[in-house]
């Protein structure tokens, strides 16, 4: 089970952290990410974190957006700075496993104000 909290109402140029809390051993075993869907959009990937580590973003997000998980915590978190309206939309928590495939949590909404 997935568990997204952090969203709410920025003006542009601000700050938000989204959080994701996994429930058993989810985030070592799995490749963890966050994606979004925009109002008449198609869902799509803002940021993976695999287990040991290794990051990916998506560029519209690069050098603003930071994704870290806590193994011990089980917990993933989008640390996203320098906001701006073209990215409202709502937040999605992932975790893909090889064989199981991928799990999603509730979204959260962001909103960025101009």
């Known amino acids: 089970q997935l568990q997204a909290s952090g969203g709410g109402l920025v003006q542009a140029g601000g700050s938000l952290r989204l959080s994701c809390a996994a429930s058993?051993?989810?985030?070592?075993?799995?490749?963890m990410g966050w994606y979004r869907q925009a109002p008449g959009k198609q869902r799509e990937l803002v940021a993976l974190i695999a287990s040991d580590g290794s990051t990916h973003y998506t560029d519209s997000v690069k050098g603003r957006f930071t994704i870290s998980s806590d193994h011990t915590q089980n917990t993933v978190t989008l640390q996203m700075n320098s906001l701006k309206p073209e990215d409202t939309a709502v937040y999605y928590c992932s975790a893909t496993h090889r064989i199981s495939g991928t799990r999603w949590g509730q979204g959260t909404l962001v909103t960025v104000s101009s």
């Open positions: 058993g051993r989810i985030v070592s075993n799995n490749v």
